[in-house]
């Protein structure tokens, strides 16, 4: 079994939060902090998430609860953090959560990456909310020692938050923008092409495009020795391995299988995705 499937958290519960920093970071995104118990924090890890049970508002009553990455730990102990672009019902719900508000979390869910010591530099290619999901592995590599080649993908310099996706990690970092046409896949292709040629590379984690994941597999075609991961973002509801509706296709060498990515995932090896389901 390879060892992306590393077994999911053992103790999967709901928890009882409290909000103790809830600000926004960006006209789009919000920063929440909860804090939780120790050993709930403690045993988190970089790509995991949680449930997020959203609070009714405006008349809303949102049912299902919604997956957040974990964007970090701390810094006092027993506390959760993440970072949410408030799009829909939920999440709009959620940003009216105030200090001090009581907050239901189920997890953590998921598996984490594959991040070896011997690793000398990984390659991070976030977008969106990748950048949330991929935070807490920059932190993990950098406290390991090991360097870290960054491209941040947004659609304007404005919408970068390159600030919230190091958090005093040292890397050597490459912005590309939808407004300068520098994030096309093209330009995209010949950079990171670029970059591996320069430096030798362990491994690439992406998360939050769908494009960059597809040229990613692409361009790891040619880099054999190379681990590939992403964190794949798939609509899901109980979060747990129950309902099956985050399942999609996989393909390891040959062998096709349709896996959760609530409860194998949300990591995965960038070569098993299967980019289109041709039916019929
Ligand atoms: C493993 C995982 C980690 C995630 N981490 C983050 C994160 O760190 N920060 C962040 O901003 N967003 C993250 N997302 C996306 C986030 O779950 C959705 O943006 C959120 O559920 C939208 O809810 P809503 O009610 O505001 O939107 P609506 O569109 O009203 O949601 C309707 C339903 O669709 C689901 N849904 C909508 N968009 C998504 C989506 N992109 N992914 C999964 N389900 C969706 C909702 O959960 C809800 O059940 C993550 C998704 C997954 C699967």
């Known amino acids: ?4 499937f590393q077994r999911n958290a053992e103790h999967v519960a709901s928890h009882r939060c409290t909000v103790l920093e809830h600000r926004w970071v960006n006209d789009r995104y919000k920063y929440l902090r ?12 970089p790509g995991q998430f949680y449930q997020l049970k959203c609070p009714s508002a405006a008349g809303q009553h949102p049912f299902l609860l919604r997956p957040m990455s974990v964007y970090g730990v701390g810094p006092e102990a027993g506390t959760i953090e993440f970072l949410y672009n408030v799009t829909g019902a939920g999440t709009r719900a959620l940003a009216t959560l105030g200090i001090g508000d009581a907050m239901e979390i189920v997890g953590p869910l998921g598996n984490t990456f594959v991040l070896r010591p011997e690793f000398e530099r990984i390659l991070v290619v976030a977008r969106g909310v990748g950048l949330a999901t991929m935070a807490p ?20 310099p404005k919408d970068l938050m390159r600030d919230e996706f190091l958090r005093g990690a040292e890397a050597d970092v490459h912005c590309v923008f939808d407004s300068d046409d520098s994030s096309s896949v093209s330009n995209v292709d010949t950079l990171v092409r670029r970059l591996l040629a320069e430096q030798h590379h362990d491994a690439i984690y992406t998360c939050g495009s769908h494009r960059l994941l597809m040229l990613l597999q692409k361009v790891l075609q040619d880099h054999p020795p190379i681990l590939g991961e992403v964190a794949m973002e798939q609509r899901m509801a109980c979060g747990m391995g129950v309902c099956l509706s985050c399942v999609r296709l996989f393909d390891d060498a040959g062998d096709k299988q349709f896996l959760r990515v609530c409860r194998e995932g949300p990591v995965f090896p960038i070569r098993h995705v299967v980019g289109e389901v041709e039916f019929g």
């Open 1 to 4: 079994m390879p060892d992306c």
């Open 34 to 45: 909860l804090s939780s118990n120790a050993e709930l924090a403690r045993m988190t890890r």
């Open 137 to 156: 592995l920059l932190k993990a590599a950098a406290q390991a020692g090991i360097a870290i080649t960054a491209i941040m993908s947004a659609r304007a």
